[in-house]
């Protein structure tokens, strides 16, 4: 009798991990590179939150600043390259002693099989280290309950413009 159900448990755990199985996929995006452009006349990103007032600006990293961002994605490290996709969302200056930020931004594709469908990153970027992780936990279309990472590389910096690299590994619906 007690083997019996054993089997049985068993095989309901078995039909439970194949449909799972059957029903989520996981993708690794090709690289795509976002754009910040915060001065000039290609502007990506601006601050709608100025920490200085609250703040002591003692700290060269802006913090407490909050921007909105509309950054293209592209193929490659160049920005006539062919376009993928948006950044869209914000991100906040969330350290006084790092440029750190909290990023809630969302990859909108516009481009290839994940046309219509978007990725939604959530976490810390680090953005002076030389590579980091940002969390995905959601998306949307191809996309749907993804769960997964951006692995992130500064390729440039400065104070007008940032060139970030994104290798994106996710599991997601099918």
């Given at each position: 009798m007690v083997a019996s159900v054993l089997k049985t448990q068993s095989f309901i755990i078995f039909l439970i991990l194949f449909f799972i199985t059957i029903i989520t996929s996981f993708s690794r995006l090709t690289v795509a590179y976002g754009y910040s452009e915060l001065f000039g006349k290609n502007i990506t990103g601006i601050r709608v939150v100025?920490?200085?007032?609250?703040?002591?600006?003692?700290?060269?990293?802006?913090?407490?600043?909050?921007?909105?961002?509309?950054?293209?994605?592209?193929?490659?490290?160049?920005?006539?390259?062919?376009?993928?996709?948006?950044?869209?969302?914000?991100?906040?200056?969330a350290s006084q002693g790092e440029l750190s930020l909290l990023m809630v931004t969302n990859f909108a594709f516009t481009e290839g099989k994940y046309n219509g469908s978007t990725l939604s990153v959530l976490g810390r970027n680090e953005v002076l280290s030389t590579a980091r992780e940002i969390p995905i936990v959601g998306g949307s279309g191809v996309f749907r309950f993804a769960r997964g990472y951006a692995q992130v590389r500064t390729q440039s910096i400065n104070q007008a413009r940032?060139?970030?690299?994104?290798?994106?590994?996710?599991?997601?619906y099918r």
């Open positions: 100025d920490g200085k007032p609250s703040t002591n600006r003692s700290s060269q990293f802006m913090f407490g600043d909050v921007y909105v961002i509309d950054d293209p994605l592209t193929i490659e490290p160049d920005i006539n390259s062919k376009t993928v996709g948006k950044a869209q969302g914000t991100y906040t200056v940032a060139i970030v690299e994104y290798n994106v590994f996710v599991f997601h």
